[in-house]
C-alpha cells in the first residue's frame, strides 16, 4: 500500500527562498510501478554503491516464496516535485539475522543540502528508531553524524564520522 504526504517546503536555504511542493510517496518494493523502479535506479551511485543493485535483489526475493517467512519488508520513501521528477529517496531492508533495519539514502546532485536527506531520516526513524547506516565519505559521515544517537553505522565506516 502507498503512503502518500505532500509538503510545503522551502525550495533552498535563506530567507527568500521559494516554497515548493513536494510529495513523498512511501510504498513497498513490490508497488514501486516501473517507472518508480527506473527513476530510483538511475538516481542511486548506481555501480558504486548499494541501493541499485539491493532494489533489484530484494524486489525479486519479495517475490519468491521464501520471502513468506520474513514479516519484515522492504519500505522505499521517494520525494518529488510538482511534474514527478524524482529529487531524493531512502530505502529500507530488513537486516540479515538482525533486528531492525539498513538504510540508504540519495539526494540529486542539484537538490542537496536543502533538507530532503534529513525529511527523509524523519520517515526512516519512524519505521526503526535505530536503523543501520553506512557512512561512505565525508559528506555522508556529516549527513549520518547529525543522527549519531540514534543510528547504528557499520564498525568499518565509522573513520568518515570522526575525522571532522
Ligand atoms: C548524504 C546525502 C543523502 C545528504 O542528503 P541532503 O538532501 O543533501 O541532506 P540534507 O540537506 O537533509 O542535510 C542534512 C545534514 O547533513 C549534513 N550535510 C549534508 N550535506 C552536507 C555537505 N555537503 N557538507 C557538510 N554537511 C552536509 C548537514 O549537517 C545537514 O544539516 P543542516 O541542514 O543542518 O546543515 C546526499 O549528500 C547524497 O545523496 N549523497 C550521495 C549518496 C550517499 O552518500 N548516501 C548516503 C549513504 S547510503
Known amino acids: 500500500m502507498a503512503v502518500i504526504r505532500i509538503y510545503w517546503k522551502d525550495a533552498g536555504p535563506g530567507f527568500d ?6 510529495k513523498v510517496i512511501e510504498k513497498g518494493i513490490l508497488d514501486l510501478t516501473p517507472r518508480e523502479m527506473r527513476q530510483c535506479k538511475s538516481l542511486s551511485l548506481r555501480h558504486n554503491g548499494l541501493m541499485c ?8 526475493f519479495e ?25 531524493a529517496w531512502a530505502l529500507a531492508t530488513p537486516r540479515y539475522k538482525a533486528r531492525g533495519y539498513d538504510a540508504q539514502f540519495y539526494t540529486r546532485k542539484s537538490e542537496r ?16 528508531a535505530k536503523p543501520n547506516v553506512f557512512p561512505h565519505d565525508k559528506t555522508s ?13 557499520d564498525r568499518s565506516d565509522t573513520k568518515w564520522l570522526n575525522e571532522v
Open 113 to 128: 543540502g536543502k533538507g530532503y536527506g534529513s525529511m527523509l531520516m524523519e520517515l526512516v526513524l519512524a519505521l526503526d
Open 17 to 22: 527562498s521559494p516554497q515548493v511542493h513536494v
Open 141 to 153: 559521515g556529516d549527513f549520518f553524524k547529525k543522527h549519531r544517537n540514534t543510528i547504528r553505522f
Open 53 to 60: 543493485e539491493d532494489l533489484r535483489d530484494w524486489r525479486q
Open 63 to 87: 517475490l519468491s516464496k521464501a520471502s513468506r517467512r520474513y514479516t519484515r519488508k522492504t519500505r522505499v520513501w521517494m520525494i518529488k516535485d510538482e511534474d514527478d521528477r524524482l529529487l
